[in-house]
């Protein structure tokens, strides 16, 4: 990655557009009627959501689907009459899923179904058979525990706390003790922020990545990991940049806690897996969809609509995020075939490598720094399908009158509330260090939490309505935002260390 510019560490004292306060912007409203009615009745989005995720299907970065709906959404744009293009970033090496069969042995023959977390490791065309250990991986635990690690599939946590669907609803014992082991975490995540240094999450990542470097030298066979959710649904991860020497295959909430109950009973059962993952040998490039309507009186002044193109390979990414990109495309068409003009630029971005760390995002905003001031607001789609609901201020509180003036032409679509709060996970964060404002619009969760990150992710739980109604919020806002009097001010600015790939601490690798 490339250094930050100088310009972006200046303190946010010499803002263009700081001579008019936000106290004295008003919001013109002036073409909202016209943006709505495009968006209710001529929509697009539909179509486009079922060809991304039917037809070019699940779009993990760095593989050629990936480019198949950069260059498709490419071709989108420019129907729609936007200048586009692609704007390639370093991504790191590729990964490719083969397939990957697990079987219980003991103390039952049983299949498994069973998925790669992303960037691990298969199992070299062998199928490996040995016993499940459950063990603690932790930083205090870690090395006592090593030895009981060799020729075995390791279990590293406890079951997650998933509520029975189907049962009774927790009684207030239960959501204590949930919160209970909710509030260890909280505690965790709370001293990480808390450690301005920020070693203290590169020590945790550290010794997360090295972990499975030691257990593989330990002789553990691979890892099998909580799917995390209820009725079989998988949630799974991974990065170029923690690429993992041990397969790690994430199965069934309710198969997972079945191991764990067999092993509370004194029994050890016993798998055998066989998976094939493909490693790319050498780093490559990833791109950002780019297109524009040019502004008609300060064109090199930006709004930006984001939102991320790529998505996990269980399902075909529909909720996640096919609908929040077909979305912002949507959006485009909305602005350019109603006929209006906005004074300022407006930018449509479909980042990639979203999952793998805000990869495409981060690099986007870094080859922006210089340009960051003159960056009006970047807007980002990723919570599912849902419709807006409004808009979280993200460490702006001094935007909620702004935020409530915006919504106002959508509010008899639903999207109402301005709340001071800050979302993590998306592509918005890569702006904010850079003094942007930067906003990840709520959006009511359809079942999103269920859906992400997993092999249901499908177009059958888009829902039509509510991504009109996103697509008209979203036209609407960033044109007003594209007319506003003035630049809205910057944000606090920060230094942004460069995403490197994690490398196996000294001696681990060699083994
Ligand atoms: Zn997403």
Known sequence: MRRLPLLALLPALVLAGAAVPLSAQTV??????ALIDQAMHHSEVMPNLEHLSDIIGPRLSGSAAMRRANDWTAERFKSYGLQTHLEAYPFG???????????????????????SWAWTAGTGGKTVTGAVVRINGGQDSLAANLPKVKGAWVMLNEPARIWNPDGPAMTAADSA???????????????????????????????????????????ALGLLTDGGKEEGLMTMSGSPNGVSPLPNLVIAHEDYAMLARILAQGVTPR??????????TRPVEQYNTVAEIRGSEEPGEVVILGGHLDSWDLGTGTTDNGAGAMAVLEAARIVAQS??????????????????????????????????DSIQAVMVLDNGTGMITGQALQGRPEFAKLWTDLLAPVSSLGATKVR??????????????YGVPGFNYDQESRGYNHTHHSQVDTYDHAVAA????????????????????????????????????????SGLAAR
Do not use: C
């Not at 260890?184 to 090295?210: H, S």
């Not at 897996?273 to 490693?279: A, D, F, H, I, Q």
């Open 271 to 280: 798998v055998s897996g066989r998976v094939e993952n493909t490693l790319g």
């Open 339 to 372: 006929g209006l003009k906005p004074k300022r630029t407006i930018r449509f971005v479909l980042f990639s490598g979203e999952e793998e760390g805000l990869l495409g995002s981060k690099a986007y905003a870094a080859q922006r720094a210089a340009e960051a």
């Open 93 to 115: 090496v590729t990964w490719s899923r083969g397939p990957a069969t697990l079987m219980l042995q003991m103390p039952f023959t049983r299949e498994m179904v069973a998925h």
């Open 28 to 33: 013109d409203t002036a073409g909202a009627g």
């Open 466 to 505: 509510d991504l009109q109604q996103a697509s008209a919020v979203m036209a609407v806002t960033a044109f007003e935002l594209a007319n506003l009097d003035a630049l809205l001010p910057r944000g606090p600015k920060k230094a942004v260390p460069p995403t490197v790939p994690l490398r196996p601490s």
């Open 177 to 219: 003790a949930v919160q209970a082991a909710r509030q260890q975490q909280v505690a965790l995540f709370q001293k990480i922020r808390d450690d301005t240094t920020g070693q203290l999450l590169k020590e945790l990542q550290q010794f997360n990545y090295d972990r499975a470097f030691r257990l593989k030298a330990a002789g």
């Open 420 to 433: 001071d709060a800050n979302k993590g996970g998306t592509d918005h964060l890569s702006f904010l260090p």
